[in-house]
C-alpha cells in the first residue's frame, strides 16, 4: 500500500476514531463466508427445533441475543476466530495501533432487524465490521457518531469492506432493515499498549466459547 494512503488511514482513525478499509477481504472470500453464515444459520435451526437435548446456544450460536432478538449470531466461530487473529497486523497497521485479538462475533441480520445505538464493552476497544455478503436491494449502512462534529455518518460496505471504530468510545448502529437477509462480521480488539488487554476475551483459546474463561492465576 502506499504510504501516503497508510499515513492518511492512520491520521483519520487518530483524529476521528474510526477508518473504512476497502476491500480488506476479497469478493471470493467474503462471498465464501457468506454462504458459510447462511448454510450455518440454517443448520442450527434444524438441530434447534429437531435435537434439542443436543443443541448449544454456546457452541453452536443463537438466536435470542437481545441485541439482535431473532437473529442468528455466534461467538467465537472457529472461522472467524480464524480470521481474527490473522487479521491483526493489517488492522494494527491501518489504525497505527499495536492489537491484542480478543473474540469474533458475528450475526445473519433478517428483515426488520435493527441495531440499537451503542457503545461496547473493553474487550471490543478496538471493533471491525466486515461485511460479508448481503440479499437486498439496498446497501444497509451502519451509523457511527463522529466525536468532532457530531455528525451521523453512514457507512455503506460491501461485501469484503470493513470499517473500524473504537467501539467503547463512538456510538454506532443501525436502523430497521428492509431487504431478506444481511451476513457481517465483528472482529474485536485490544489495544496492546492500553489499559485492557484481555487476549482472547478471557478464554483459554481461540474457537471456544466465552464461558471457557481461564481461571484466576492461570
Same mark, same amino acid.
Given at each position: 500500500?502506499?504510504?501516503?494512503?497508510?499515513?492518511?488511514?492512520? %491520521?483519520?482513525?487518530?483524529? @476521528?476514531?474510526?477508518?473504512? %478499509?476497502?476491500?480488506?477481504? *476479497? &469478493?471470493?472470500?467474503?462471498?465464501?463466508?457468506?454462504?458459510?453464515? %447462511? &448454510?450455518?444459520?440454517?443448520?442450527?435451526?434444524?438441530?434447534?427445533?429437531?435435537?434439542?437435548?443436543?443443541?448449544?446456544?454456546?457452541?453452536?450460536?443463537?438466536?435470542?441475543?437481545?441485541?439482535?432478538l431473532g437473529d442468528y449470531s455466534r461467538y467465537g466461530d472457529p472461522i472467524m476466530d480464524t480470521l481474527l *487473529?490473522?487479521? $491483526?497486523?493489517? #488492522?494494527?497497521?491501518?489504525?497505527?495501533?499495536?492489537? $491484542? =485479538? $480478543?473474540?469474533?462475533?458475528?450475526?445473519?441480520?433478517?428483515? /426488520?432487524?435493527?441495531?440499537?445505538? @451503542?457503545?461496547?464493552?473493553?474487550?471490543?476497544?478496538?471493533?471491525?465490521?466486515?461485511?460479508?455478503?448481503?440479499?437486498?436491494?439496498?446497501?444497509?449502512? +451502519?451509523? #457511527?457518531?463522529?466525536? *468532532?462534529?457530531?455528525?451521523? #455518518? =453512514?457507512?455503506?460496505?460491501?461485501?469484503?469492506?470493513? +470499517? %473500524?471504530?473504537?467501539?467503547?468510545?463512538?456510538?454506532?448502529?443501525?436502523?430497521?432493515?428492509? /431487504?431478506?437477509? @444481511?451476513?457481517?462480521?465483528?472482529?474485536?480488539?485490544?489495544?496492546?499498549?492500553? =489499559?485492557? *488487554?484481555?487476549?482472547?476475551?478471557?478464554?483459554?483459546?481461540? /474457537?471456544? =466459547?466465552?464461558?471457557?474463561?481461564? $481461571? #484466576?492465576?492461570?
Open positions: 500500500m502506499d504510504e501516503q494512503i497508510l499515513s492518511d488511514m492512520q %491520521i483519520h482513525f487518530a483524529e @476521528h476514531k474510526y477508518v473504512i %478499509i476497502r476491500n480488506f477481504i *476479497n &469478493t471470493d472470500t467474503a462471498y465464501l463466508l457468506y454462504k458459510y453464515a %447462511i &448454510t450455518q444459520a440454517q443448520s442450527t435451526e434444524f438441530k434447534k427445533a429437531n435435537d434439542k437435548e443436543k443443541y448449544s446456544p454456546e457452541w453452536d450460536g443463537r438466536f435470542d441475543d437481545p441485541q439482535s *487473529n490473522e487479521s $491483526t497486523g493489517n #488492522v494494527s497497521l491501518f489504525t497505527g495501533t499495536k492489537l $491484542t =485479538p $480478543t473474540y469474533s462475533y458475528w450475526r445473519l441480520y433478517e428483515k /426488520g432487524s435493527e441495531l440499537k445505538r @451503542h457503545k461496547d464493552r473493553p474487550s471490543c476497544e478496538i471493533s471491525t465490521t466486515l461485511c460479508l455478503g448481503y440479499n437486498s436491494d439496498y446497501n444497509w449502512p +451502519i451509523y #457511527v457518531e463522529n466525536p *468532532n462534529t457530531r455528525n451521523e #455518518v =453512514p457507512v455503506e460496505l460491501e461485501p469484503g469492506d470493513m +470499517i %473500524i471504530y473504537r467501539g467503547c468510545d463512538i456510538d454506532h448502529w443501525r436502523e430497521k432493515f428492509k /431487504g431478506l437477509n @444481511h451476513a457481517q462480521v465483528f472482529l474485536h480488539y485490544n489495544d496492546a499498549d492500553g =489499559p485492557f *488487554n484481555f487476549k482472547y476475551d478471557g478464554r483459554q483459546r481461540l /474457537g471456544i =466459547p466465552f464461558e471457557y474463561k481461564k $481461571t #484466576v492465576g492461570e
